[in-house]
């Protein structure tokens, strides 16, 4: 089993969708939990973080991690095409551990 | 303030052929990563350095050394170039700590023929 999972997509979805991306984990270590936003032929950006389990909210993007089950989620309000991008969970132990990237287009 | 920068943007080689790939930051970080991202296979650390003058292994460090010799750059070498290492490269960098965010650099899209 990997130590982390993502559903590679790819995912379609209208403008203004809310879209819900998300990553397993089986390694209980890990204690940051971190989406990074990859747009074509660009390096990725973090997008957000979080520490424990619970929600974080910025703007129209919310993250969520629920530590007993071991599964983050990244959800997306109104999405825009310029939302259009490769998602990519990751997760910090001693080391920086990403998922493989959901590729998400949001058409108009 | 440039961030993380990366030379070359692009490059060819023929298998056998040598390069280096250089990643530069202007951040003052200690730690700097190298990764490679292939389709379905999704970032996979090769090395990584936490400091000047130190280097290890990440998860796929075959065929490739590096060097941190000045505590901003961070060089990424391949001695005899492999079609398998067609890939696109990122360098990424960060502070010291138990957490702080990783900057990555725009990429370097390398083919081997």
């Known amino acids: 089993q990997k130590e982390v999972e993502q559903d590679p997509g790819p995912l379609s979805v209208p403008e203004g969708a809310i879209v819900s991306l998300n990553c397993t984990y089986s390694?209980?270590?890990?204690?940051?939990f971190m989406w990074y936003r990859q747009y074509s032929r660009k390096g990725p950006e973090l997008l957000m973080y979080?520490?424990?389990?619970g929600n974080k909210e910025d703007g129209r993007f919310t993250a969520q991690v629920d530590k007993s089950s071991k599964y983050i989620s990244l959800f997306i309000r109104d999405s825009q095409p310029s939302d259009s991008a490769t998602y990519l969970c990751?997760?910090?132990?001693?080391?920086?551990?990403f998922g493989k990237g959901t590729l998400l287009t949001v058409n108009p | 303030n440039a961030g993380v920068t990366q030379t070359p943007k692009f490059r060819v080689l023929k298998t056998g052929q040598s390069m280096t790939l250089l990643c530069a930051q202007d951040?003052?970080?200690?730690?700097m990563y190298w990764y490679r991202q292939d389709p379905g296979m999704g970032l996979r650390l090769i090395h990584y350095?936490?400091?000047?003058?130190?280097?290890a292994k990440g998860e796929v460090p075959d065929g490739y050394n590096v060097s941190r010799l000045k505590k901003q750059n961070f060089l990424l070498g391949l001695e005899s170039a492999a079609p398998s290492q067609t890939s696109v490269y990122f360098c990424?960098?960060?502070?010291?700590?138990?957490?702080?965010?990783?900057?990555f650099g725009p990429g370097t899209r390398l083919t081997v023929l």
């Open positions: 990424a960098s960060r502070a010291g700590g138990s957490y702080n965010e990783q900057f």
């Open positions: 951040m003052n970080h200690e730690y």
């Open positions: 990751a997760m910090i132990n001693y080391k920086l551990t």
């Open positions: 350095s936490v400091g000047e003058g130190t280097t």
């Open positions: 979080t520490y424990s389990s």
């Open positions: 390694n209980s270590a890990f204690q940051y």
